[in-house]
């Protein structure tokens, strides 16, 4: 059999695809915004508008890589959550044009039939850290994204968790803050609400922040004027980072882990995120065994994604498990 898969990354704004090698080398790497859809779309056109991007995607990183799809021993995807695992049908809270998608099927007809394995983009996280990122030889590891949302998975005893249905490991809807804003989820302070980019970007307009003339009101003008010294940004990005660290604590209080992977674009937003994420952490852990902890930064956020998608296919003796059948309730 062949020592190549095709990987897929889907997250909340961009679709990203690349061959990725036993060794982690990636080859023909594609990248493309997920197309805005507005609510007129979010129906059969619009979801078949997405899945179009996903599609150039695939088929640019085959043509540089010069392979075939049926050149590849499988199709591994991270894609934003929620979704019913194994089957891969997502409905991603940031991509509004997919509801009930059935992802797993269409990326199996589109590569000719070749095994096709679906799996929340955190969980695809913590595979890529600890099969070939910062995470590598670590036995218990957790991997966060702070990005458009907070995601998050888990290796065990050197092994990936699923749990029962495919959802180990979210730590953005770990509550921080119990009389926290409203999570989308349902819930309330969710570590999503409280420290994802557009969450915290809003947070910070809400109490007054102007980003600067001509710059768009993202997670990136935010870092930058907190760093020049806009209290309010600096306010609203040290709330996130606090939340991240409380999380971080919460989690290694309860799974006794080695180390913790931080990625995300948010995540990347300076020392103030990160020295707030520390302090937070510093304050919530409290024994012995939890201050352990190690914080890593992720290396290589970019391909990360990408490997952990391939460890579904190339290494599945540490990251597959897939059940034969949809987990009850499915």
């Known amino acids: 059999m062949t020592s190549r898969a095709l990987a897929v990354d889907i997250g909340g704004t961009k679709i990203a695809t690349a061959v990725v090698d036993a060794d ?5 790497a594609a990248r493309r915004p997920v197309p805005v859809v507005g609510p007129s779309g979010a129906g059969p056109s619009g979801a078949e508008q997405v899945f179009g991007a996903v599609r150039d995607c695939v088929a640019e990183s085959l043509s540089v890589a010069e392979i075939d799809a049926a050149d590849v021993a499988g199709v591994g995807c991270g894609c934003a959550g929620p979704m019913r695992w ?5 409905s991603p809270l940031n991509i509004p044009a997919w509801r009930e998608f059935p992802l797993r099927d269409r990326l199996r007809d589109l590569v000719g039939g070749a ?9 695809a996280l913590a595979a890529g850290e600890h099969w070939a990122g910062v995470g590598r030889g670590v036995r218990n590891l957790l ?36 009389d926290g804003p409203p999570c989308p989820c349902g819930s309330r302070g969710c570590l999503e609400v409280m420290a994802a980019g557009p969450h915290t970007v809003r947070r910070a307009q809400a109490a007054g922040w102007v980003p600067p003339v001509g710059q768009p009101a993202d997670g990136r003008t935010l870092a930058a004027s907190a760093a020049a010294g806009d209290q309010t940004a600096r306010r609203e990005l040290v709330r996130s980072g606090s939340a991240v660290g409380a999380g971080l604590a919460s989690a290694a209080n309860l799974l006794d882990l080695d180390a913790a992977v931080v990625a995300g674009g948010f995540a990347q937003s300076g020392p103030i995120f990160w020295d707030a994420m520390r302090a937070g952490f510093d304050r919530h852990a409290g024994l012995a065994f939890a201050r352990r902890l190690r914080i890593l930064r992720s290396a290589d956020p970019d391909r990360v994604a990408l490997w952990g998608a391939a460890a579904f296919v190339l290494a599945a003796d540490r990251y597959g498990g897939w ?3 949809e987990p009850v309730g499915g």
Do not use: E, K, M
């Open 24 to 28: 982690g080398t990636l080859r023909g």
């Open 86 to 90: 194994p089957a891969g049908v997502v």
């Open 143 to 178: 991997a966060v994204t702070v990005s458009t949302g907070v995601g998050g998975g888990l290796v065990l005893g050197g092994r990936l968790l699923h749990g029962g249905w495919g959802n180990a490991g979210h730590i953005g809807h770990v509550t921080v803050a119990v």
């Open 323 to 325: 059940p034969d059948a």
């Open 115 to 123: 095994p096709v394995f679906v799996h929340n983009d955190g969980i």
